[in-house]
């Protein structure tokens, strides 16, 4: 029987008409595996649920976090790095792969979840990172509710390193999965170019390349159109918000199906 791998991200099920997609969210055949490219929601508590149930559907379920896992509130237990390890822990313990865990291979291609995070390097030359969000005109809410309570550009960096040293480890084709698009481009079709310098880092552009990716999948911009850099697709399979229209040009079937084995 065909099994195929899906990809989903920015499922924002706090939106009512987002939790009933997610609730008729189902595989089509028994085998199906499923992508969750990050921004669930901002609880933890309603991350875990939406993960409980799409690990009952799905034989197997993929997991990265995006930003708005990471948002703190200053009333919250645990934030910061700690909050990430605490996801990790809850999703693990129903059975959800993570960027923490093993690799999984759907047939014979390595499937990486990935946490890069960002650190304001896509950013216009000449300006140092606090200069740029200084000047920025729109802020993402990353600002207020991220920065806080952790040093943003430190973590990325552990993040990369951390990620280097993983996919080093790993021989042969794969697909790498995480929450911000691993390249710029994708921002170009941002009304508001600001925008970018919470949408990921340079540092990953080339690791489609370096790293033998067939295909790169992320979230994050909720507009869900696919860029070709170097040969190889990066597909945006956000569900978004509600409220927001694309053309029909940029949209792409979602769930999105990454490949299918037999
Ligand atoms: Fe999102």
Redesign the pocket.
């Known amino acids: 029987m065909t099994k195929t791998l899906w990809a989903t991200s ?1 499922l ?1 099920v706090t939106f009512k008409e987002n939790q009933a997609t997610v609730d008729k969210l189902n595989p089509k055949a028994p085998g199906d595996w499923l992508i969750v490219a990050g ?1 669930v929601a901002e609880r933890i508590p309603d991350v875990v649920r939406t993960m409980g149930q799409l690990v009952q559907r799905f034989h197997t379920v993929i997991w990265v976090p ?1 930003n ?1 896992e990471l948002f703190n509130r200053s009333t919250d237990r645990i934030n910061g790095k700690a909050r990430y390890r605490s996801l990790v822990g809850q999703l693990r313990a129903l059975g959800v792969i993570t960027p923490e865990d093993p690799f999984p291979t759907f047939g014979s291609v390595t499937i990486c979840p990935l946490f890069t995070l960002y650190d304001y390097s896509f950013r216009p030359v000449g300006l140092s990172a606090k200069q740029a969000v200084a000047q920025a005109k729109v802020k993402l809410d990353d600002e207020l509710s991220i920065a806080p309570y952790v040093d943003i550009q430190q973590w990325c960096a552990e993040r990369l390193d951390y990620s280097r040293t993983r996919l080093n480890e790993v021989k042969g084709p794969k697909i790498l999965v995480n929450h911000w698009p691993l390249v710029i481009e994708p921002t170009h079709r941002l009304i508001n170019r600001d925008i970018a310098l919470w949408c990921g880092t340079t540092a990953t552009r080339d690791w489609t390349l370096k790293y033998n990716a067939l295909m790169a999948i992320h ?2 911009l ?1 507009i869900p159109a696919e860029t070709r850099v170097d040969g190889i697709s990066h597909v945006e399979v ?1 569900l ?1 918000y509600p409220f927001e229209k694309h053309p029909p040009h940029v949209q792409r079937p979602w769930p999105f199906p990454v490949m299918e084995i037999s």
């Open positions: 920015d924002h921004d995006g708005h979230g994050h909720h956000s978004g």
